[in-house]
């Protein structure tokens, strides 16, 4: 009771603290803690399909490339960001569905290099297929939309949006991973023989884990598309994809909280690294190593065997203390 | 407890102090931000490089109208959302000018920002469009390809009477922006695109393209692509034996170009807006200077930096004042030239839309040395 009690209590300080921050910070602050927010929601997508269904994908960032270009192209034609957002919903889900397919056939780094294929073929779609995507010139002027008629175009109000955003998702996931869904996924990832015997369609959960956080990077790219106002195709290579998967491994992969802490880092310490000018990529590569080996499951990690080994203490202490003691011994 | 309330008191006074200093007689900020890191390294850091050894120099003659530079730096890592970030963030701190962002895409996503802020920006881009999406604080430091690529398209058809020429571009908004205003030239001029050959940034292999170079029957070759990748193509041109006259641009013929591509190289021509090996005897200091602070030879965006930084000091001194807000409309139409000022090394006037125009040159590789061959005046003159 005590647990969970203090659980919710660091949550409801934690998205407080995400609410109230922004308003003591300038708009660069402002701009780099939605970009966080943005990533934290691909990065959330990503644990669902590694972390959790440990199916590896090299292919998110493209995912977000895909939501970000589909709201680019629908709002700059007129349509409302709503259509945007759900035709990138729609497009990435469906798309990351067929890519599950190999995920069948091939599994591990097989499967990391049939997503980095799919990686460079949507980075090429983006750039060659002018007609739509505009090429290389990229889309100008993405607009950011109004939310029950609230302009979103100054920087707090559109934090506020994309932190909304985050906690949709944040709690659709809490539910899925706590779902029959959820445990189906987890399965999956430990023993799929196990699963398959035990009545679990492993060929359906494998293609919803691809299809589901794929879909949640489509909805990464719904808001960085109007984040940055403009969309080409260079932020969208295999980089961004590779700097997903660091999110998702350094914050600690299958742990619910992994993806927000790893896209702290990911996003912030470069930020808070950059006195250090010429020096900053590389005191964060350097930091991120030392942590991975320090702790290969990452910083939830480093906490979740600190906790355990807390609880198993605990454990030996309480059956000590349970322990019959003669009397003469305890004279 | 009193003690305490007067010490903060006197702390706050005195903060407030260096900020009102800061703003009215202290340093005169300028803020850049590049491509430091990423694909887009080379070129930020030669227009980093720049602006340091301009800033320099203007320091050490005590500054602009008596007011040192300060000049912070951050880098975009070559990504247009991070360029975004760190122009904001450039912007926050209210600086007098902006410098950089060198890619277009990054340019594109920040002037919005600046012009927003009222703060001027002073470029490295060279993609046509950057300046005629009607951004008033807008500066280039180099020609646009709207003005370099109709010089060479005349080249190719009116000294080289080309019929047909093949288009090698590299396929990023640089290649492709040139690609896209040298392909309409040369059909205004009724010379054919042969063919049409994109490849890649970073691309090692040439073997294919220039096969089809060579089965194109072209008379002439454009190449447009990045230093190294030049450097490349030259050499695979040597090894297939292709004879027919190769033109391109800054990126053909630049030292770097010849350094790697050796032997190779002789023979490549280009129009050059702006290039060290100019017979400008200003240039040539600048490249000595250049070469002694940081050991190595400067590429056109080293110069690019430098003369940015020029530009500011113009510009300041022509309105007597250090006025941000003032500093967009002095600049538009402005000519400044290489006696009044010397660090702007080559006259240059810029237009209402923040494009300029200054002496051109075309330069023909020999014996691994650029040697020019024309000087093409300024188009006012």
Redesign the interface.
Same mark, same amino acid.
């Given at each position: 009771m005590t647990r969970s009690l203090a659980a919710w209590l660091a949550g409801i300080a934690g998205a407080a603290a995400l609410v109230l921050l922004p308003l003591a910070l300038n708009r660069y602050g402002i701009y780099i803690l939605s970009l966080w927010a943005v990533m934290t929601i691909a990065a959330i997508g990503l644990n669902l399909t590694l972390g959790y269904a440990g199916q590896i994908s090299l292919a998110q960032g493209a995912f977000v490339g895909i939501g970000a270009y589909a709201v680019a192209i629908l709002t700059t034609s007129g349509f409302p960001f709503v259509v945007g957002l759900a035709a990138a919903l729609a497009v990435s889900f469906a798309v990351g569905w067929l890519l599950g397919y190999p995920a069948l056939r091939v599994q591990h780094h097989y499967l990391a290099f049939v997503t980095l294929a799919f990686s460079t073929l949507a980075y090429l779609v983006f750039r060659n297929e002018e007609w739509l995507t505009k090429g290389i010139y990229g889309i100008v002027g993405v607009p950011r939309p109004s939310v029950l008629g609230i302009a979103t175009a100054k920087p707090l109000p559109f934090y506020y949006l994309c932190l909304g955003a985050l906690a949709v998702v944040s709690f659709a996931v809490w539910w899925l991973v706590r779902s029959p869904w959820g445990r189906a996924f987890v399965a999956l990832r430990e023993n799929p023989v196990r699963a398959l015997s035990l009545g679990v369609d492993t060929r359906r959960y494998t293609l919803m884990a691809f299809a589901i956080g794929s879909a949640l990077g489509g909805v990464a790219g719904a808001f960085y598309a109007p984040l940055v106002e403009f969309v080409d195709p260079t932020p969208f290579t295999l980089a961004l994809s590779l700097n997903l998967l660091m999110m998702v491994i350094v914050g600690g992969a299958g742990f619910f909280l992994g993806p927000f802490l790893g896209a702290l880092i990911a996003v912030l310490l470069p930020e808070w690294l950059r006195f250090m000018e010429g020096w900053y990529l590389i005191a964060y590569a350097v930091f991120v190593m030392v942590l991975l080996v320090i702790s290969p499951t990452g910083i939830l990690g480093i906490l979740d065997r600190h906790l355990t080994a807390r609880r198993t203490r605990a454990a030996s202490q309480a059956r000590a203390a349970a322990k019959p003691v003669l009397n003469s011994e305890a004279a | 407890m009193k003690v305490l309330k007067t010490t903060f008191a006197a702390l706050a006074g005195l903060a407030a102090l260096t900020a009102a200093h800061a703003q009215s007689g202290g340093t005169i900020k300028l803020a850049n931000v590049a491509e430091? =890191?990423g694909p887009g390294a080379t070129v930020g850091t030669n227009w980093k490089n720049g602006i340091d050894l301009a800033v320099a120099e203007i320091n050490e003659k005590g500054g602009i109208l008596g007011r040192k530079l300060e000049v912070t730096?951050? +880098?975009s !890592? =070559?990504?247009? *959302?991070i360029a975004?970030?760190q122009v !904001?963030?450039a912007? +926050?701190g209210e600086p007098y000018v902006l410098l950089g962002p060198g890619y277009s *895409?990054s340019v594109?996503?920040t002037a =919005?920002l600046a012009q927003q802020a009222e703060v001027p920006q002073i470029m490295g881009g060279e993609?046509a469009?950057l300046t005629k999406?009607g951004h008033t604080h807008l500066f280039r430091t180099s020609f646009g390809q709207q003005s370099s690529m109709p010089k060479v398209a005349a080249y190719l058809a009116d000294d080289l009477k080309a019929k047909s020429v093949a288009v090698v571009w590299v396929?990023? +908004?640089f290649g492709? *922006?040139g690609r896209d205003v040298i392909t309409a030239e040369l059909q205004k001029r009724n010379v054919k695109v042969a063919a049409d050959i994109s490849t890649e940034a970073g691309q090692a292999d040439f073997a294919a393209d220039v096969a089809k170079v060579k089965a194109s029957g072209a008379d002439a070759a454009f190449i447009y692509l990045n230093e190294e990748e030049s450097a490349r193509i030259l050499k695979e041109i040597k090894r297939q034996n292709l004879t027919l006259p190769l033109i391109g641009e800054t990126t053909l013929v630049g030292q770097k170009v010849i350094d790697l591509a050796g032997e190779a190289a002789n023979g490549a021509r280009g129009h050059v807006g702006l290039t060290t090996d100019a017979p400008v005897p200003a240039i040539q200091q600048f490249r000595e200077k250049f070469q002694k602070r940081y050991n190595y030879v400067p590429d056109h965006n080293g110069l690019k930096g430098y003369l940015a930084v020029y530009v500011v000091k113009a510009v300041t001194e022509k309105m007597g004042k250090v006025d941000r807000k003032a500093f967009a409309d002095t600049l538009h139409g402005l000519t400044i030239s290489a006696a009044q000022e010397p660090g702007i090394l080559m006259d240059v006037t810029y237009d209402k839309n923040g494009d300029i125009d200054r002496q051109g040159f075309l330069v023909e590789v020999e014996n691994g040395r650029q040697v020019v061959k024309k000087v093409l005046p300024k188009l006012g003159n």
């Open positions: - | 430091l =890191s730096h951050a +880098d !890592q =070559s990504n247009p *959302g975004r970030a !904001q963030k912007l +926050d *895409g594109k996503v =919005s993609a469009e999406a396929n990023n +908004d492709k *922006g």
